[in-house]
Structure formats: structure tokens, C-alpha cells
């Protein structure tokens, strides 16, 4: 597809659960962001990769939570022992290298919706 | 710390009312200001960079410019379609991969 993909796009969840979520980028986008977002707040950054690494997990709220990109491609957001504030829209998005000025040109996907009951 | 706050939290306009939405930032070593335009259930879609103060970017009814201290982004004769939440983010010093967004600014036009 010509746009980031992202599925599910809801996932309704029980507390204590393990969750993945997976996100398909724009073709040729070697940088891939993971951002979360609760209602009425902006993104939170989570986890940056260039390639298939991890440039940048700072974001990450704790180590419950992992992301791996084993191919430079598709991403999968990984939640273990899921708890009720992991409630949230979780954006996946693409861009050009991390490296030169196009690069906080992020193409976004439409979110995977998370709700932990 | 980085910080973006944006304000109105939410705005209202009559088609045709021009106004502007403010974003404050204290983003040590900023290295570009970025707008988006998010509308409900998708994801945030980009529409200008900013890179140095007096700066400014136009894109059919939509001007951003850019200080020191803050960015504006100015609507002019704002249509209905306009509608939707705009998002400000500041890219800290050492990189783009981490923007830091405002919270947004809830915009309304009604014909």
C-alpha cells in the first residue's frame, strides 16, 4: 500500500495480558517510530529505529514494553502483563533517513486503538 | 525539560472568521518546529517544517511562522473542512527521531 499500516486497529484486551501490535511502513523509509497517544494529549515518542535497530528506546515507559524490526521493515510493538494506563492509541510512523532535515517529516498510520479492561 | 504547549485548547470559528493558534516551546538546541493536522480517528498528517526564527511556510489557507520562543500557525477565511486538531512539535538538538508534541489545538469551523 502506499501509506503506513498498522493492525489491529482495535484491540480490546484483559489486564495481565500480552498484546502485539504491528506496524507495516511506507516502502523505502529506512527510520520507523513508535509514538502513543492518549485522549486529548499530543503523541508520546516511545521507540526510534534506523534499519533494523533500536537507535533510540528512550521513550519506552518501562520493560514491559519492546519493539523489534527484525528486517528493516515491518515492526511489532510488544506489551507484556498488560495494565488499565496502557490504554491508549499506539502510532507507528515512517520516514526518510533519521538523519537530514526530512526526517521529522513523519508519515503517520491511522493508530492501533489499545483498551485494557 | 522540553516542553510544547499549545493554546487555545479549542477553538471556534465562523467560516470566514481568519485567526491564529499559538505553540510555546522550550526545546533546548531546537531543530526544526513541525504542524500537523490530526482529524478524529487517523493519524497525524504533516504540513510544514520551520527550521529558524522569522522563518515562515504558506500552504493554501494555512501560514506557520516562527520566533524564538514560539511558532503561529495563522488561518485565513477558514472553511469547515479545516476543522481538525493541530499539532505542534518541537525536534530537540542531536536529532529529528524524537519530536516532542503540544497537546494539540481543537479546531471548529462552522458555516
Known amino acids: 500500500g502506499a501509506g503506513v499500516s498498522q493492525t489491529p486497529s482495535n484491540k480490546v484486551t484483559e489486564k495481565g495480558k500480552y498484546v502485539e501490535l504491528r506496524c507495516d511502513p511506507i516502502?523505502?523509509?529506512?527510520?520507523l517510530y513508535w509514538y502513543r497517544q492518549s485522549l486529548g494529549q499530543g503523541p508520546e515518542f516511545l521507540i526510534y529505529?534506523?534499519?533494523?535497530?533500536?537507535?533510540?528506546d528512550s521513550g519506552l515507559p518501562n520493560d514491559r514494553f519492546f519493539a523489534v524490526r527484525p528486517e528493516g521493515s515491518v515492526s511489532t510493538l510488544k506489551i507484556q502483563r498488560t495494565e488499565r494506563g496502557d490504554s491508549a492509541v499506539y502510532l507507528c510512523?515512517?520516514?526518510?533517513?533519521?538523519?537530514?532535515?526530512?526526517?521529522?517529516?513523519?508519515?503517520f498510520g491511522e493508530g492501533s486503538r489499545l483498551t485494557v479492561l | 525539560e522540553d516542553q510544547v504547549t499549545q493554546s487555545p485548547e479549542a477553538l471556534r470559528l465562523q467560516e470566514g472568521e481568519s485567526s491564529s493558534l499559538n505553540c510555546s516551546y522550550t526545546?533546548?538546541?531546537?531543530?526544526?518546529l513541525f504542524w500537523y493536522r490530526q482529524d478524529p480517528g487517523k493519524g497525524p498528517e504533516f504540513l510544514f517544517t520551520?527550521?529558524?526564527a522569522g522563518e515562515e511556510k504558506e500552504k493554501e489557507r494555512l501560514k506557520a511562522t516562527l520566533t524564538k520562543k514560539e511558532s503561529f500557525l495563522h488561518i485565513t477565511a477558514p472553511k469547515p473542512e479545516d476543522s481538525a486538531t493541530y499539532l505542534c512539535?518541537?525536534?530537540?538538538?542531536?536529532?529529528?527521531?524524537?519530536?516532542?508534541f503540544g497537546a494539540g489545538t481543537r479546531l471548529a469551523v462552522h458555516p
Open positions: 510512523a515512517s520516514s526518510f533517513t533519521g538523519r537530514n532535515n526530512k526526517a521529522g517529516e513523519l508519515f
Open positions: 516502502s523505502g523509509h529506512t527510520a
Open positions: 529505529f534506523q534499519g533494523t535497530g533500536a537507535a533510540d
Open positions: 526545546v533546548s538546541g531546537l531543530r526544526g
Open positions: 520551520l527550521y529558524s
Open positions: 512539535a518541537g525536534a530537540p538538538g542531536g536529532g529529528y527521531n524524537k519530536l516532542i
